[in-house]
T-cell receptor, first 109, second 113 residues
Framework: RKEVEQDPGPFNVPEGATVAFNCTYS??????FFWYRQDCRKEPKLLMS???SGNEDGRFTAQLNRASQYISLLIRDSKLSDSATYLC??????????FGPGTRLSVLP | EAGVVQSPRYKIIEKKQPVAFWCNPI?????LYWYRQNLGQGPELLIR????????DSQLPKDRFSAERLKGVDSTLKIQPAELGDSAVYLC???????????FGNGTRLTVT
């Protein structure tokens, strides 16, 4: 079993839709959690950190469920510019950042 | 602030040739990572440095890969000899401290023919 798992998609959604991605992780000692966004042929860039109480940044909401070891990302009112790959990232107690395979999102006009 | 700088952006070599990648992290970032990313997959860690010390190189294929960060600032990753399966994007990243997220350079896209 991989340490961080995501549904690779692709998720094809119309503009304005709400879409949610889930991610599961296997290391119960993991301490920090992030969502990164990666555009085609570009480097990953931090979208948001994920806090235990859940957090929101504009149209994006991240949730963490430590008991079930999963993280979610909700995007409301999708824009064409949201089309990208979304990478779930987990930092364990060993200080390494472990990436999921990513979920591809295509927002369609 | 200047971001993580990597060079070259692209490299095409024939198999069995050597290749080297260079990375300069964000100023003040003591932790430096090298990742490899294959198409359709997430980045996978090769090596992590704390200052000049390689604290985790367990995923580095040491028969052909080597890395150094002699003065605890910039770093070089080398492959010798390269194989067809080494074709990938090599990403360098850095963090300021244990609570900070990763900041990536724009990567080196390696093609081995």
């Amino acid at each position: 079993r991989k340490e961080v798992e995501q549904d690779p998609g692709p998720f094809n959604v119309p503009e304005g839709a709400t879409v949610a991605f889930n991610c599961t992780y296997s290391n119960s000692a993991s301490q920090s959690f992030f969502w990164y966004r990666q555009d085609c042929r570009k480097e990953p860039k931090l979208l948001m950190s994920v806090y235990s109480s859940g957090n929101e940044d504009g149209r994006f909401t991240a949730q963490l469920n430590r008991a079930s070891q999963y993280i979610s990302l909700l995007i409301r009112d999708s824009k064409l510019s949201d089309s990208a790959t979304y990478l779930c990232v987990v930092k364990g107690d060993g200080q390494n950042f472990v990436f999921g395979p990513g979920t591809r999102l295509s927002v369609l006009p | 602030e200047a971001g993580v700088v990597q060079s070259p952006r692209y490299k095409i070599i024939e198999k069995k040739q050597p290749v080297a990648f260079w990375c300069n992290p964000i100023s003040g970032h003591n932790t430096l990572y090298w990742y490899r990313q294959n198409l359709g997959q997430g980045p996978e860690l090769l090596i992590r440095y704390e200052n000049e010390e390689a604290v985790d190189d367990s995923q580095l294929p040491k028969d052909r890969f080597s890395a150094e960060r002699l003065k605890g600032v910039d770093s070089t990753l080398k492959i010798q000899p390269a194989e067809l399966g080494d074709s990938a994007v090599y990403l360098c990243a850095s963090t300021m401290n244990t609570n900070s997220p990763l900041h990536f350079g724009n990567g080196t896209r390696l093609t081995v023919t």
